[in-house]
């Protein structure tokens, strides 16, 4: 008979399934709160634990930090970026320190997020920590105020329309987490927008509607920075219309006086300047002269509509409707002589009216009445 093995020593620690198969560790990473303080950096400690002590070969896994509400750009926190990090065989633990950086604004709690990714020889049952910093400070206190200049007014369809927006900060101390919103009113569409150093910006595509969105972290008491937004009138305004638009401002903070926080632009929006011009083709058959008379009626804003309407001197001669901005009008057996003829547009509801320059015809044969025919 032989005698039974022993065990070596070094496996009596390896974690056995009922089938004698390698078991493998749950590997979870926790969550940290904590105040952020008022200067210099506080530490958050993350632990990446297992649930049972790492096997022979160790756990290995990348660790790094990642943005959420808190930002490393905007300076909360010290980004990390690791690696081939390791729990060696039979440990437990691994330990991840952020700085966290103070100050003295007051601010929501914010968050940034831990995450344990590639990881070799564990299970992951929670791979991500949260790092809450919670706000530590008092609401600050500042009169916070908006101003929006409009020009050109009044302005025509197709023009841009300027928009000089302006945040101002009467203090008395500075105003952290600042926003101002401008949703763009109807009839307009976005063009560009040009905003101060330290604040960031959403806009709509160009050509489109939408809202004006920036925000920085802090204003300083005193500081006015001005905002230069650009948009278009779209076409199909009614003249007489009025534009608003209004802008607001607010901060995590108190303000003494709200009622500065918004403020409207109008704008009235005036008929587009047109031109009309006139030219005249002539044809004569034995004593039969025919006149092709055409006007073009052309603007910046567009493409008018409406009836152009045929003059000689002070007798109408007819009227003809505008197709692409130009209208046609015949006239036949005008009798003789010199006739001043001018063209006429009454203009519509966005486009204002003109007259051509008179165009001179010279008629050669006398009938007795002339015949028109449109």
């Known amino acids: 008979m032989f005698p039974a093995l022993a065990t070596p020593a070094s496996s009596a620690a390896l974690p056995l399934s009922t089938n004698n198969a390698l078991e493998l560790p749950d590997l979870t990473v926790n969550n940290v709160s904590q105040a952020e303080g008022n200067s210099a950096t506080t530490i958050f400690t993350f632990i990446v634990s297992l649930s049972i002590p790492a096997p022979t070969g160790g756990v290995s896994f990348d660790i790094a930090t990642a943005d959420n509400s808190a930002t490393s750009l905007d300076n909360d926190y010290a980004s990390q970026s690791l690696t081939g990090q390791s729990i060696p065989a039979g440990s437990f ?50 009169d916070l105020s908006i101003l929006v200049a409009d020009s050109p007014d009044p302005v025509v369809v197709n023009d841009h329309l300027n928009y000089a927006i302006t945040v101002g900060n009467a203090g008395p101390s500075s105003g952290s987490q600042v926003i101002v919103t401008d949703v763009l009113p109807p009839n307009t569409a976005f063009v560009s927008l040009s905003y101060p150093a330290g604040w960031s910006c959403l806009t709509p595509s160009v050509g489109l509607p939408g809202t004006i969105l920036c925000s920085t972290s802090l204003l300083n008491e005193g500081s006015a920075p001005e905002f230069t937004l650009v948009v278009q009138v779209t076409p199909g305004v009614v003249g007489g219309t009025e534009i608003l638009n209004t802008a607001s401002v607010t901060f995590a903070g108190i303000d003494p006086d709200p009622t500065n ?74 009798s003789a002589g010199t006739h001043s003829i001018t063209a006429v547009y009454e203009g519509d509801s966005v486009y204002t009216g003109s007259t051509s320059q008179a165009l001179a015809l010279l008629a050669h044969f006398h009938l007795a009445a002339p015949v028109i025919f449109k």
């Open 93 to 142: 633990s691994y330990r991840l320190d952020v700085s966290v950086n103070g100050d003295t604004n007051f601010e929501i709690d914010e968050t940034f997020l831990v995450n344990v990714t590639h990881v070799v020889g564990a299970t992951v049952s929670d791979g991500q920590g949260t790092g809450t910093i919670m706000n530590d400070d008092p609401p600050s206190l500042a």
């Open 261 to 334: 926080n918004s403020a409207t632009a109008i704008t009235s929006v005036g008929w587009a300047a047109t031109t009309t011009s006139l030219s005249s083709e002539y044809f004569h058959s034995g004593f039969w002269e025919t006149w092709t008379l055409t006007s073009k009626v052309v603007s910046s804003a567009g493409t008018p509509t409406g009836t152009v309407t045929f003059m000689d001197g002070a007798t109408t001669l007819g009227a003809s409707g505008l197709s692409g901005g130009t209208a046609t009008f015949i006239v036949e057996a005008l």
